[in-house]
């Protein structure tokens, strides 16, 4: 299905499953859902009425160049939509940037938020890119270049890389193959818009750590144990007021590399609720 957005984007949305109702975040900046809905929708379906949302500018729905990609215009966004499927109360799940997008949207609209489910999740975009670059060095064999003012082109640098090398992929996968298959999935990828902005966002470098203290939704905080591409340790910066913290082994993207873990994290908290 598509929703309009109020300043009349059309954005995709799918919906499989039964129970409680849940938003699906995805990250990027400028990915899409495609992909965890692939690979983990089945294992959410019966305990969970799945709704998985491609963000404006990514994927399957629309967003040019000139529109609108702020942490605020996103968030009103996942409000239109919670308005008009009329949803009075839902959970959130996120991934990777998705938790800046989650956690942003909770801060202003707690009431709606049941729970908040954080999955490999960056509250800070400035380091997760130092996490990314540490690593990169260590991949390619280099010494650690210093941060500074150009921390983004020291990153693109590294990057390009990994990329020419073929190893960035190490950054979110212990496997190779899963690489292959989100990649594949990918191809079909129509709108881009979102991630072609992203470095230029100011919103999306805000530190929103800082937010996280204002928040006393039950929040479920799963972290993995070789996640570089956002820092292994970066969860203990956050200070939501009634979180929970569960360590999953494997890297970025549990969703296809540990389903089976995840499940039975993500099933054993909604049972608490």
Same mark, same amino acid.
């Given at each position: 299905?598509?929703?309009?957005?109020?300043?009349?984007?059309?954005?995709?949305?799918?919906?499989?499953?039964?129970?409680?109702?849940?938003?699906?975040?995805?990250?990027?900046?400028?990915?899409?859902?495609?992909?965890?809905?692939?690979?983990?929708?089945?294992?959410?379906?019966?305990?969970?009425?799945?709704?998985?949302?491609?963000?404006?500018?990514?994927?399957?729905?629309?967003?040019?160049?000139?529109?609108?990609?702020?942490?605020?215009?996103?968030?009103?966004?996942?409000?239109?939509?919670?308005?008009?499927?009329?949803?009075?109360?839902?959970?959130?799940?996120?991934?990777?940037?998705?938790?800046?997008?989650?956690?942003?949207?909770?801060?202003?609209?707690?009431?709606?938020?049941?729970?908040?489910?954080?999955?490999?999740?960056?509250?800070?975009?400035?380091?997760?890119?130092?996490?990314?670059?540490?690593?990169?060095?260590?991949?390619?064999?280099?010494?650690?270049?210093?941060?500074?003012?150009?921390?983004?082109?020291?990153?693109?640098?590294?990057?390009?890389? @990994? /990329?020419? &090398?073929?190893? #960035?992929?190490?950054?979110?996968?212990? $496997?190779?193959?899963?690489?292959? %298959?989100? +990649? !594949?999935?990918?191809?079909?990828?129509?709108?881009?818009?979102?991630?072609?902005?992203?470095?230029?966002?100011?919103?999306?470098?805000?530190?929103?750590?800082?937010?996280?203290?204002?928040?006393?939704?039950?929040? @479920? /905080?799963? &972290?993995?144990? #070789?996640?570089?591409?956002?820092?292994? $340790?970066?969860?203990?910066?956050? %200070?939501? +007021? !009634?979180?929970?913290?569960?360590?999953?082994?494997?890297?970025?993207?549990?969703?296809?590399?540990?389903?089976?873990?995840?499940?039975?994290?993500?099933?054993?908290?909604?049972?608490?609720?």
């Amino acid at each position: 299905m598509f929703i309009e957005t109020l300043d009349r984007l059309n954005l995709h949305v799918t919906h499989s499953g039964k129970g409680m109702k849940c938003l699906y975040i995805h990250g990027g900046p400028g990915a899409w859902s495609k992909d965890f809905e692939v690979f983990f929708g089945d294992y959410l379906s019966e305990a969970l009425s799945m709704y998985y949302l491609d963000q404006r500018g990514c994927g399957r729905s629309e967003g040019g160049k000139e529109s609108d990609y702020s942490i605020d215009a996103i968030i009103n966004d996942i409000e239109c939509i919670r308005k008009k499927l009329n949803i009075e109360e839902f959970i959130i799940i996120a991934h990777s940037f998705g938790g800046v997008i989650a956690t942003a949207y909770t801060k202003k609209y707690s009431k709606y938020v049941k729970a908040l489910i954080l999955i490999n999740c960056t509250l800070n975009m400035e380091e997760a890119l130092k996490s990314q670059i540490k690593q990169g060095c260590k991949i390619l064999g280099i010494d650690n270049i210093e941060y500074n003012r150009n921390l983004k082109e020291n990153w693109r640098n590294i990057a390009f890389k @990994l /990329i020419k &090398s073929d190893l #960035y992929y190490k950054l979110q996968y212990t $496997d190779y193959n899963n690489y292959i %298959k989100v +990649k !594949n999935i990918d191809k079909d990828m129509l709108n881009t818009s979102m991630s072609e902005q992203s470095f230029s966002n100011g919103s999306y470098f805000y530190d929103y750590t800082s937010l996280s203290e204002y928040i006393d939704t039950p929040t @479920l /905080i799963i &972290s993995g144990e #070789y996640d570089f591409a956002i820092g292994p $340790d970066h969860y203990r910066s956050f %200070k939501f +007021k !009634n979180s929970i913290v569960r360590n999953i082994k494997g890297v970025h993207n549990p969703y296809i590399e540990n389903p089976i873990e995840l499940e039975a994290i993500i099933k054993d908290f909604i049972i608490s609720l």
